[in-house]
């Protein structure tokens, strides 16, 4: 079975290194997509091991997820790991999140760290809010830390370019009816000023509200 980490970076040079060189001892391969960077991520991410993968312009964590989840596909991956390229993830509790995927025993796994919070309050209550407009399957629906099968990654097609990818990614897993499971995970908070912004939050909050919307008219018109 081939274990793939896909890693979405935008000017992470200081830390996509370690991050790759550390999945590198729990998977097969990692990929990097440089998601537009000004800086040496792309470089620092291809010294360390990875196949680097660049879009030209900024796009966001969405399409670089899909860019790289995508990648790994057609790269023979049965099990994908997104991790982030900040070194918030433990990369050591990958396995964990792997672990009912390897065995069959889920389709998709979410890492959870509403458990044990470590984060600015703020982050915790935002998180809490966009999870219960989200889905009642899941603690904690903002997490970049989540496996999932060949067979889920193929299923689950992307279409969203920012943040609200987290959300788009649990709401279709839960349309599709896969079998999700959660796993507690650590989140090492190094920058505190870094990730989703109070804008960014309203962004994913009505992104999930027109999503909803949709779904029901859509409901409704085939009635």
């Not at 935008?10 to 391969?29: F, S």
């Not at 991410?45 to 989840?69: D, K, L, Q, S």
């Amino acid at each position: 079975m081939k274990l793939c980490a896909v890693i979405p970076a935008y000017n992470e040079e200081p830390t996509v290194a370690e991050a790759v060189r550390k999945c590198l001892e729990h998977v097969d391969e990692v990929i990097v997509v440089d998601d537009g960077s000004t800086d040496r991520t792309a470089e620092e991410a291809e010294r360390a091991g990875a196949v680097v993968y660049r879009h030209e312009r900024n796009i966001g964590e969405g399409g670089a997820t899909r860019t790289g989840i995508r990648a790994a596909l057609e790269r023979g991956a049965d099990a994908i790991v997104t991790v982030d390229a900040d070194g918030q993830h433990a990369p050591e509790e990958m396995l964990k999140l792997l672990k009912p995927v390897i065995e069959g025993r889920a389709d998709i796994v979410f890492g959870t760290r509403m458990r044990n919070f470590t984060g600015p309050r703020s982050k915790w209550l935002g998180n809490l809010i966009l999870t219960w407009l989200t889905s009642t399957k899941v603690s904690d629906s903002q997490c970049g830390y989540r496996a999932m099968s060949r067979r889920a990654a193929e299923l689950i097609e992307i279409e969203s370019n920012r943040y609200e990818v987290a959300s788009e990614i649990v709401l279709k897993a839960v349309e599709l009816g896969l079998r999700i499971e959660e796993v507690p995970v650590r989140c090492i908070y190094r920058d505190k000023r870094k990730g989703t912004k109070l804008r960014d939050g309203i962004a994913i909050a009505l992104w999930v509200l027109r999503w909803r919307l949709g779904r029901l008219l859509r409901g409704l018109r085939r009635a």
